[in-house]
């Protein structure tokens, strides 16, 4: 079964794989000029225009993995020769234009930027504000707005283009969702690795090593059951694999009685979208949860349990990678790794999912399980509020960076009737991460269900559990 979804992310993992067995064989000087030369042989290109360019590239990539640009700190950083030079065309009139009698583009148009000239639309780049209403009104959709696809998925306006038409990510706009990492079809737009600082740990003995999994990770290694998973996990070093969805849990009743406190708020697991509200509206900052993400408060939770823990969180998320490095994360975080980065640890060190077996889950309540969806907030807080008899509760879901900008507009009008918002930059929330290995309508279920196998839906039950364990 194919393990990723695009080839950039089968690129980024065959230089992972070769990086770690060089961290293994004590053979990390070379990398630099070995690995380019297995992950491109030659003597034809594969990717690039020539072969040398591809290995250029390689050695770019090894950077981000062994850190990436430390003056520059970004978890997000541009790879400037994997750019493409993608066209910028804007709004533009295509070859399909039919020449139609009613011309309902040029009618739609607020500038009168669009005449007709021998029966075919002529859009005057100079009166265009590129609004996009006459690629609306098109019947035929001759009409198209080309935009890069990094531009187009960053909902904060934080990439442009340089001089030279390269891609730019302007840090000061930057939330560090990754959005640009997933879509961008070059591989030009990378988050920095922390591999090497977890192969280091996971290699000193002194200290109990813990791996904390997001929710997400039910629907992201399709190939094997969850179980075995966890497992597999414990293979590569780990002392024991916790839930993510343990933190969820301790944090819900806290998120309630901030609301409570508050009148307003705004929660989230997602450090993205906190980084947004501070950035673009930070008039709305005093209504931002304070309780810690569901991250730190399960590190916390460890670490407060065992003296000797070391904490390594795995999952989708792009943006943690900056949230374990602030001053409130560090105590409780001392590295983060990606699912794709994972993947690249079973392999590189012959971990073999199929042929081991399973190790129960059992440390989080269904409504801490579900946080990783659009709404998974949301729900546990509603579900303790009316537990409580209180009947003014009025929360939303904002799925999506596009909907967190509309309802934060929305928020400082003072004219709501909702009163709690929760916010997940990625659409469909967390599951969704840019580094997970799939992206789809199925993880959702797969979240779902897995939430449903809890052994409760009472979130102390299960801290309470949690801790009374770490005690035996």
Excluded at 60 to 70: Q, T
Excluded at 111 to 116: E, F, P, Q, R, V
Excluded at 131 to 153: D, F, M, T, W
Excluded at 415 to 430: A, I, P, R, S, Y
């Amino acid at each position: 079964m194919r393990k990723f979804e695009t080839d950039v992310q089968k690129l980024k993992y065959d230089i992972l794989v070769q990086v770690i067995k060089a961290y293994d064989n004590n053979k990390l000087d070379s990398i630099y000029i070995d690995i380019p030369k297995i992950v491109s042989p030659g003597p034809a290109p594969t990717m690039r225009c020539c072969i040398f360019k591809e290995r250029a590239i390689a050695q770019e990539r090894i950077k981000l993995i062994m850190g990436g640009d430390k003056q520059k700190g970004h978890v997000i950083q541009m790879i400037d020769i994997a750019c493409d030079e993608c066209p910028v065309g804007g709004i533009f009139v295509t070859p399909s234009c039919r020449g139609c009698l009613s011309h309902p583009c040029r009618d739609a148009c607020p500038k009168n930027a669009i005449t007709i000239v021998e029966r075919k639309a002529v859009i005057d780049k100079n009166k265009c504000i590129e609004c996009g209403l006459c690629v609306k009104a098109c019947p035929y959709h001759a009409i198209i707005n080309q935009v890069r696809p990094c531009v187009e998925s960053c909902g904060v306006k934080a990439i442009s283009m340089t001089n030279l038409r390269k891609a730019t990510i302007d840090d000061e706009k930057c939330i560090a969702c990754g959005n640009c990492v997933y879509r961008c079809p070059f591989g030009a737009c990378v988050d920095r690795s922390f591999i090497i600082d977890v192969l280091k740990l996971l290699g000193d003995k002194t200290y109990n090593i813990y791996a904390i999994v997001a929710p997400s990770i039910v629907g992201q290694f399709n190939y094997v059951d969850v179980e075995q998973l966890i497992t597999g996990i414990k293979q590569l070093g780990f002392k024991r694999v916790v839930e993510v969805a343990l933190g969820a849990d301790s944090i819900l009743q806290a998120e309630v009685d901030e609301w409570l406190q508050k009148g307003i708020l705004t929660s989230s697991c997602c450090p993205s979208f906190k980084f947004f509200v501070r950035r673009n509206y930070p008039t709305l900052a005093k209504h931002i949860s304070q309780n810690d993400s569901p991250m730190v408060e399960t590190g916390k939770i460890i670490k407060q349990s065992d003296p000797k823990a070391k904490v390594i969180f795995i999952g989708p998320c792009a943006s943690k990678k900056t949230e374990f490095q602030l001053p409130h994360a560090k105590p409780y975080i001392d590295c983060v790794m990606s699912f794709e980065e994972l993947q690249a640890l079973f392999d590189a060190r012959n971990v073999h999912l199929h042929n081991i077996k399973p190790t129960k889950l059992e440390d989080a309540s269904f409504y801490g399980r579900i946080f990783a969806k659009s709404g998974g907030i949301l729900s546990g807080v509603k579900n303790l509020v009316e537990k409580a008899g209180n009947k003014n509760f009025r929360g939303v879901a904002m799925n999506g960076i596009k909907e967190c900008d509309k309802w934060m507009k929305a928020l400082m009008s003072n004219k709501l009737v909702q009163n709690f918002f929760e916010g997940m930059t990625c659409k469909g929330g967390c599951l969704n991460g840019p580094l997970g290995l799939r992206h789809n309508d199925e993880i959702l279920a797969n979240v779902d269900e897995f939430g449903k196998r809890s052994t409760s839906t009472d979130p102390n039950v299960m801290v309470e559990k949690f801790v009374k364990s770490m005690k035996e």
